[in-house]
T-cell receptor, first 115, second 114 residues
Framework: GENVEQHPSTLSVQEGDSAVIKCTYS??????FPWYKQELGKRPQLIID?????GEKKDQRIAVTLNKTAKHFSLHITETQPEDSAVYFC??????????????FGKGTKLSVKP | NAGVTQTPKFRVLKTGQSMTLLCAQD?????MYWYRQDPGMGLRLIHY???????AKGEVPDGYNVSRLKKQNFLLGLESAAPSQTSVYFC?????????????FGQGTRLTVV
């Protein structure tokens, strides 16, 4: 089935710096790549997603890039702020073994933004 | 519009006890999922459903059963709880399959098995 690897597991940056989180996936049929943010004690919430027909998507300070050939996608956060501190998860749909596109998540990256 | 609601929010079980977690969504979503979240392990799929009356196994199904008798509800059962099932459980739903649309999560259930 789908295998999603996410790096790094922890990331600490100074306020105003950029942060980059990378994920790789294994199922070549995957065509949708969302990123979720989970604040402490809260539920995961979608922050941005990208489909396989585009290489990059931006939404204010966050952007996601996709390289289908290499099977990796990345989350970029610019001008980081303390409220960006959270755990970020990447995900990709699984189609192997009869799966019907259910999302498989990476293990998460704990981002800490220091004032 | 409450979105996805899970009950209960917290529960402590003794080893061998059984319980059912309830997930309800009011968005008319076809797909529903149960995940467990453990430190350093991310979100792992337990079971999922692609419509009323259907269920399928995810990555870590052992020790759990599910039912989707009504479109808006997805139940997760533990027949004989074990300490290894101590975790935070999240239910989620989406309009289509995970490859098409956003998954909306419930607020989570923190389960401790002693």
């Amino acid at each position: 089935g789908e295998n999603v690897e996410q790096h790094p597991s922890t990331l600490s940056v100074q306020e105003g710096d950029s942060a980059v989180i990378k994920c790789t996936y294994s199922d070549s049929a995957s065509n949708y790549f969302p990123w979720y943010k989970q604040e402490l004690g809260k539920r995961p919430q979608l922050i941005i997603d990208i489909r396989s027909n585009v290489g990059e998507k931006k939404d204010q300070r966050i952007a996601v890039t996709l390289n289908k050939t290499a099977k990796h996608f990345s989350l970029h956060i610019t001008e980081t702020q303390p409220e960006d501190s959270a755990v970020y998860f990447c995900a990709a749909p699984s189609f192997a073994g009869g799966s019907q596109g259910n999302l498989i998540f990476g293990k998460g990256t704990k981002l800490s933004v220091k004032p | 519009n409450a979105g996805v609601t899970q009950t209960p929010k917290f529960r402590v079980l003794k080893t061998g006890q059984s319980m059912t977690l309830l997930c309800a969504q009011d968005m008319n979503h076809e797909y529903m999922y149960w995940y467990r979240q453990d430190p350093g392990m991310g979100l792992r799929l337990i079971h999922y459903s692609v419509g009323e009356g259907t269920t399928a196994k995810g990555e870590v199904p052992d020790g759990y059963n599910v039912s989707r008798l009504k479109k808006q509800n997805f139940l997760l059962g533990l027949e004989s709880a074990a300490p290894s099932q101590t975790s935070v459980y999240f239910c989620a739903s989406s309009y289509g399959g995970g490859q098409n649309t956003e998954a909306f999560f419930g607020q989570g259930t923190r389960l401790t098995v002693v």
